[in-house]
């Protein structure tokens, strides 16, 4: 897999919809949040989706779009704030830099 935030093909995904794993990598899933949306730059907002916590990587899958997606590898991925303000924003929100190297 490449480095940088990436487009998730959503053909990759399983009977119930969940992204598939690199299972011969030894990739797990670790946790779901439904009902998050993202955010990427100065664009608009994505619709609410499915975050996807793996061993190896974030993956979002959007609800309303079955073929729309993106997916970074941690190695890619730095947190760089968590806010809970909610009168900067409507609801706690998570900054990410993803480094493309």
Avoid at 42 to 65: C, F, K, N, Q
Wanted: charged share 25%; with cysteine.
């Amino acid at each position: 897999m490449g480095l940088g935030l990436l487009h998730f093909d959503g053909h990759v995904v399983d009977n119930d919809g969940r992204p598939l794993l690199e299972s011969d990598d030894g990739e797990e899933l670790m946790h779901v949040e439904p009902g998050v949306t993202v955010a990427l730059g100065s664009r608009p907002m994505e619709s609410p989706g499915t975050l996807y916590v793996t061993s190896r990587r974030v993956i979002w899958l959007s609800d309303a779009d079955k073929g729309k997606g993106y997916v970074v590898d941690f190695l890619s991925l730095s947190l760089h704030a968590v806010l809970r303000d909610l009168e900067t924003n409507p609801f706690p929100c998570i900054y990410t830099q993803v480094f493309d190297l």
